[in-house]
């Protein structure tokens, strides 16, 4: 992204130090806006609105954003590996695990697991309306793991065989953890019975509370939950929720497994780039 910004600096002649500043101000506060509950974004582009401040003509201004950037994208990279070499430390031989949309970071800890020379089941939801668990299940299957589709609302159905819960994370406040929709209903039903909730979250998805936009859930298209739905039907279709941090056993991270009181801590004391936050709560 910051190349291409680059380029239209060098291509419109914006040598201006505080000009070039504002071009990326407002591409960051398009990307924080674009998926309000990837917090990720939000801390990428904190990071590169800092390290361009730091720069003193335009170039540089430019060259020490896309840097941070990278940077930010390089190190939840390995965050994310690392996280997942944790969570594989849960999933005990015999065992049966449930987790609910395609995590990426859930599904290395799954592998790992599996390499390990661990033997398991997978129970994985459809995660309805993008159908993204028949994505996961396909790829469990290609690694010899044996995995089990059901549907979204069977999930309560099927915690009396069920032993540990790993979910992914979008976004983890203070008092929440965003995934997909679905996620709390599983929270629950697991808590009723007394099941470990694990949430898979690296820390650059760690943010301050103070700091978040768009608190009414996006909404997507209809047609995806009914495509020919008579007039007068009103389709609500948001692709995720928060659940409270409480539900979860603990959060596991690239540094290890934390407690939701510690992990709490954490997203507070997460720093963001003042004009972006300021930006992001004018627009």
Request: aromatic fraction near 6%; proline fraction near 4%.
């Amino acid at each position: 992204m910051f190349s291409l910004l680059d380029a239209r600096r060098s291509e419109s002649g914006i040598e201006d130090p505080e000009c070039s500043y504002q071009v990326i101000l407002e591409a960051c506060l398009k990307l924080s806006k674009a998926q309000p509950d990837m917090s990720a974004l939000i801390r990428l582009s904190s990071d590169a609105l800092t390290a361009a401040r730091n720069g003193t003509n335009a170039r540089e201004i430019f060259e020490f954003a896309a840097g941070a950037a990278m940077s930010f994208v390089e190190t939840a990279r390995r965050a994310s590996h690392a996280t997942g070499l944790h969570a594989a430390s849960l999933i005990n031989e015999g065992i049966t695990v449930l987790t609910h949309s395609r995590s990426s970071t859930v599904l290395s800890a799954l592998v790992d697991a599996k390499q390990s020379g661990r033997s398991f089941d997978v129970v994985a939801t459809e995660s309805r309306p993008m159908f993204e668990g028949r994505s996961l299940a396909a790829s469990l299957s290609s690694k010899g793991i044996a995995v089990t589709l059901i549907a979204d609302s069977a999930a309560a159905s099927v915690m009396n065989r069920i032993d540990v819960i790993l979910i992914g994370t979008d976004k983890l406040t203070a008092s929440e953890v965003i995934n997909k929709i679905g996620t709390r209903i599983i929270a629950l039903a697991a808590r009723e019975r007394g099941l470990p909730v694990y949430a898979l979250c690296d820390t650059s998805k760690f943010i301050r509370e103070d700091y978040l936009i768009g608190t009414a859930r996006e909404q997507h298209s209809p047609i995806e939950l009914w495509e020919d739905a008579p007039v007068g039907v009103r389709i609500e279709n948001s692709y995720f929720e928060p659940t409270p941090i409480a539900y979860f056993t603990g959060i596991v991270t690239e540094d290890g497994l934390l407690s939701p009181v510690h992990a709490q801590r954490r997203a507070e004391e997460t720093p963001i780039a003042q004009d972006l936050v300021d930006s992001l709560l004018s627009s």
